[in-house]
């Protein structure tokens, strides 16, 4: 059943060299970033990291190069100064309806001769794998050794 991973590997690969991103000077895989930021205005950097499954070293490169660009701002938490809460620009929010857009074009055309019902069994398969990898995914993100 390797094939099956194989396959999503494909499939994220595919979608990480969307060309028409570099117009806007994204590069692989910081329109990921940019979107989740406009999703969820305020989040901070630790609870992206999460949410897009990458190290918090991966996570502070990608943010730097979109602040460096123009496209987010970090803020300074009101009660704790020690947080920084991120924020799209005007600059990107301005990208991010054409992400938004690219995604549902994108969605549409992976979705391509699925009916309703597969579509949505297809989604549920996928949440309980990425539920089953987070667990391994925390475990060795906190310095374990997998065992055999």
């Not at 969307?18 to 994204?26: Q, R, S």
Request: hydrophobic share 35%.
């Amino acid at each position: 059943m390797k094939e099956i991973l194989r396959e999503i590997g494909m499939i994220a690969r595919a979608l990480d060299s969307n060309i028409e991103f570099k117009e806007f000077d994204l590069t692989k895989g910081q329109y990921l970033y940019l979107v989740r930021i406009c999703e969820n205005p305020g989040i901070i950097q630790e609870k992206l990291a999460e949410m897009i499954k990458v190290d918090r070293t991966t996570a502070a490169r990608a943010i730097k190069k979109l602040e460096i660009q123009g496209l987010i701002e970090k803020k300074n938490d009101e009660e704790n100064k020690k947080i920084k809460k991120l924020y799209a620009s005007d600059k990107g929010e301005t990208v991010y309806p054409f992400l938004q857009k690219e995604g549902e074009y994108t969605d549409k055309v992976a979705l391509s001769g699925f009916s309703l019902d597969e579509a949505e069994t297809m989604l549920h398969l996928l949440q309980r794998v990425r539920k089953n990898i987070e667990v391994d995914w925390e475990f060795v993100k906190k310095g374990n050794k997998r065992g055999d």
